[in-house]
């Protein structure tokens, strides 16, 4: 069975930072691109970043670009999400998924299994 364990959320200040960890199991955690995505309230799901299966390489959204880094430790089947200089607007459930290809890789109907969220909340 595949599993996805989002984990770390919390709340910091604006300007703070926190690393979420996405624990796996149940599949090839090398066969899987895996990508986190984050819903706001009254928002849609949006792509954050992710890991790409074919080549390794790293994609981010524009809004968190320079400030999030995504990492894998392939040996723990873990991806984590390094978030720094974190902004009130940040604020949302973040959820970590897994798809077998990495085509649309910040898309999320492309994404075909899926973890719980945690939330991070970011005050002012």
């Known amino acids: 069975e595949v599993q996805l364990q989002a984990s770390g959320g919390g709340l910091v200040q604006a300007g703070g930072s926190l690393r979420l960890s996405c624990a796996t199991s149940?599949?090839?955690?090398?066969?899987?691109?895996i990508g986190w995505f984050r819903q706001a309230p009254g928002k849609g799901r949006e792509g954050v970043s992710g890991?790409?299966?074919?080549?390794?390489?790293?994609h981010y959204a524009d809004s968190v670009k320079g400030r999030f880094t995504m990492s894998s430790d392939n040996a723990k089947h873990t991806v984590y999400l390094q978030m720094n200089s974190l902004k009130p607007e940040d604020t949302a459930v973040y959820y970590c998924?897994?798809?077998?290809?990495?085509?649309?890789?910040?898309?999320?109907?492309?994404?075909?299994?899926w973890g719980q969220g945690t939330q991070v909340t970011v005050s002012s």
């Open positions: 890991i790409s299966n074919s080549d390794g390489s790293t």
């Open positions: 149940g599949f090839t955690f090398d066969d899987f691109t």
């Open positions: 998924a897994a798809s077998y290809s990495d085509i649309g890789l910040l898309v999320d109907n492309s994404y075909d299994y």
